[in-house]
């Protein structure tokens, strides 16, 4: 897996947070080893949201 921002190698990393609820959440990240660049399914997920056109209003 390359990097969106570098190209460089990304390297699997662990991930432990909160949600709101303050359950324990575990996960698995992506951290470039050149630039540091992090990517998870939570920005995935926004970053497709965002490109996603909004639909006109009248």
């Not at 897996?1 to 990240?29: F, K, Q, T, Y």
């Not at 920005?43 to 909004?54: D, E």
């Amino acid at each position: 897996m390359g990097c969106e921002r570098c190209n460089g190698w990304m390297m699997p990393e662990r991930r432990v947070g909160h949600s709101a609820s303050d359950e324990l959440i575990l996960g698995v990240s992506w951290r470039c080893v050149n630039c540091g660049n992090v990517v998870d399914s939570v920005i995935v997920r926004n970053r497709t949201v965002q490109a996603v056109p909004a639909a006109p209003t009248a």
